[in-house]
């Protein structure tokens, strides 16, 4: 990988500057078309794609091509939602002179795009997080020039995925500008600081969230920054679910932690079972036969073994195979040392926590921090308990799971990929699903204004055919005044 040089740097953001107010005068029809060009553009060039980051991640062909399919499907999510008119969230409300307790001028509002907004492209997911993933795709439909600071992880993807969509979507008629690629750790923060870029994506570690969000906060022109950072996603499994089917939660559970080497962002790192469960058996047996396989990079490996080092002091191991560790401990040793096991540690491994009461469970949910996921596993029997927990878990989690696994995150409108911090920066954002456009918009109210100079989409004729909420219902019509 070479480093973007400065001049180079300039060029790309000044071309993003010059290219946002075509891209936010764009009609949404238009816009939508653009974006489907670059899905099929994706799709066109998977066979070129996957081989190079077969290569550089060392991940299997089907996760790859199930990346690819899973980027371009998001793409084309959005070209619907934009085409229908929901992700402008257009309302309408027309004069009321007769309104209490005084009278209402006509109010029109609706979202417009930020400006150019950089992505920090993720590493363990080398399509759907990173240059074509869902920070990319959900900016371009918010109507905003996207610069993507690649991934070091895999760099000959990164310029040929860039390539392939830049290309695409200027051929379809995207202003240039609309999509660019910059390289090297300097060069993100010399293009985060630079005043062109008004928003920002990133997914990776905690500490390095925290810096660069800092800096998005600290310029003269603060600008949202929205980082995904850390989660341990914990398990809850009463004893009325392991009675019931505890083979199954024990053979899901290793499945979930070691899906992907562990490297997944919604990887369940803690389970909370009851003394005496009696899953000891079926858990050891379930992590023997895990494989050992390559992680993404020399550089996650390392800190994967230096995480698991930690755990190795702070509680004490299960059960270990070739491709993966199982450490146990139990609620009062918890709370005695929370910061050394309630760290995420990114890869193939995940502790037990042995809970004696309800109590006791109640204490641990309460020491964890934000987190994008929580899960319960029960029974129809623990209606009360479950209730009793829910209140717990909603306010550590941006997605609560009933009897389920928190890997992966289906693509659509009422997603929500994010949390408390330090799961995720802003909380109200996701980075999955049709709402993650939100992040790179900002509304716009018109007050009494002219017909002809109002947006397109405002307008009284509706000349765009999208939804609207006027006076308080959705409607395609007319405005009758």
Request: proline content about 7%; glycine content about 10%.
């Amino acid at each position: 990988m070479t480093d973007t040089t400065a001049a180079e740097l300039d060029q790309i953001l000044a071309a993003a500057w010059d290219a946002a107010p075509a891209l936010a005068a764009s009609g949404p029809a238009e816009r939508a078309g653009w974006i489907r060009a670059a899905a099929d553009a994706l799709d066109a060039a998977a066979d070129e794609l996957v081989p190079i980051a077969m290569r550089e991640s060392s991940l299997p062909e089907a996760r790859l091509r199930g990346e690819v399919a899973r980027s371009s499907g998001q793409l084309r999510m959005f070209a619907d939602a934009l085409a229908e008119g929901s992700l402008l969230e257009v309302v309408i409300d027309t004069a009321d002179p007769a309104a209490k307790p005084v009278p209402r001028p006509d109010l029109r509002r609706v979202l417009v795009p930020l400006g150019p907004v950089l992505v920090f492209a993720a590493s363990n997911f080398p399509f759907a997080f990173s240059v074509c993933g869902g920070d990319t795709a959900s900016a371009l439909a918010a109507g905003c020039p996207v610069v993507v600071k690649a991934h070091p992880g895999h760099p000959e993807l990164s310029q040929r995925t860039a390539a392939v969509l830049a290309e695409a979507l200027t051929k379809a008629g995207a202003p240039a500008g609309a999509l660019a690629l910059v390289e090297g750790y300097d060069v993100g923060i010399a293009a985060l600081k630079d005043p062109r870029i008004t928003a920002a994506g990133f997914t990776g570690s905690v500490p390095a969230g925290r810096a660069l969000h800092e800096i998005a906060v600290t310029r003269p022109t603060p600008i949202p920054f929205y980082g995904e950072l850390g989660s341990l996603n914990p398990v809850i499994v009463t004893q009325a679910a392991i009675d019931a089917r505890g083979a199954d939660i024990a053979k899901g559970y290793v499945g979930s932690f070691t899906l992907g080497v562990g490297q997944f962002c919604t990887k369940p790192g803690i389970l909370l079972l009851p003394n005496g469960h009696g899953l000891e058996d079926q858990l050891t047996e379930a992590v023997g036969g895990v494989a050992a396989a390559p992680m993404l990079n020399d550089r996650i490996a390392s800190g994967f073994a230096s995480g698991l080092a930690r755990l190795r002091k702070a509680v004490r191991v299960l059960s270990e195979g070739p491709g993966a560790t199982l450490l146990q401990t139990t609620v009062t040793e918890l709370l005695a040392a929370p910061e050394e096991i309630l760290e995420e540690c990114f890869g193939p491994a995940s502790v037990i926590i042995e809970y004696g009461s309800i109590d006791e469970l109640k204490a641990a949910i309460e020491a964890f921090e934000g987190n994008l996921t929580a899960t319960i596993h029960a029974e129809a029997s623990d209606a009360d308990l479950a209730a009793d927990l829910l209140p717990l878990l909603t306010a550590r989690a941006g997605r609560v799971l009933w009897n389920g696994w928190p890997t992966g995150v289906a693509v659509s409108w009422a997603q929500h990929h994010g949390g408390p911090f330090p799961s995720s920066v802003g909380s109200i954002h996701t980075s999955v699903g049709v709402t993650a456009a939100r992040r790179f918009q900002r509304p716009v109210a018109f007050q009494d204004a002219p017909d002809d100079l109002l947006p397109a989409v405002l307008r009284d004729a509706n000349p765009l055919g999208v939804s609207r909420r006027i006076n308080g219902e959705i409607s395609t019509a007319e405005v009758h005044r």
